[in-house]
């Protein structure tokens, strides 16, 4: 059983930085696909970021450019280094852990953190 913890979310003004980390227990964490995602109060849950199991990342259209996704397998976490945020990202973000390959679609991970809040004011 795998077990996701998210940490680094907070309060940050529009044009700051934040770095959130997830880091796993149980499994075999080089194995797994890692992904980010966001649920903002009223949407639907949205792809953010993955990095496949060989360390290849994919961004979502909306964060390209300002955010980066990276893993260390050897402390068993994933990082979403965030720059330039803006109000529009303010969501609750969970990560993730799922098919090797690295998927922006939810349905294809099978573990999940208790997400971490991140707030930007303008």
């Known amino acids: 059983q795998v077990q996701l913890v998210e940490s680094g979310g907070g309060l940050v003004q529009a044009g700051g930085s934040l770095r959130l980390s997830c880091v796993s227990s149980?499994?075999?964490?080089?194995?797994?696909?890692m992904g980010w995602f966001r649920e903002a109060p009223g949407k639907e849950r949205e792809f953010v970021a993955v990095?496949?199991?060989?360390?290849?990342?994919s961004y979502a259209d909306s964060v390209k450019g300002r955010f980066t996704i990276s893993r260390d397998n050897a402390k068993k976490t994933v990082y979403l280094q965030m720059n330039s945020l803006k109000p529009e990202d303010t969501a609750v973000y969970y990560c993730?852990?799922?098919?090797?390959?690295?998927?922006?679609?939810?349905?294809?991970?099978?573990?999940w953190g208790q997400g971490t809040q991140v707030t930007v004011s303008s």
């Open positions: 990095i496949s199991r060989w360390s290849s990342p």
């Open positions: 993730g852990a799922g098919s090797g390959s690295g998927s922006p679609y939810g349905p294809h991970y099978d573990y």
């Open positions: 149980g499994g075999t964490f080089s194995n797994y696909g």
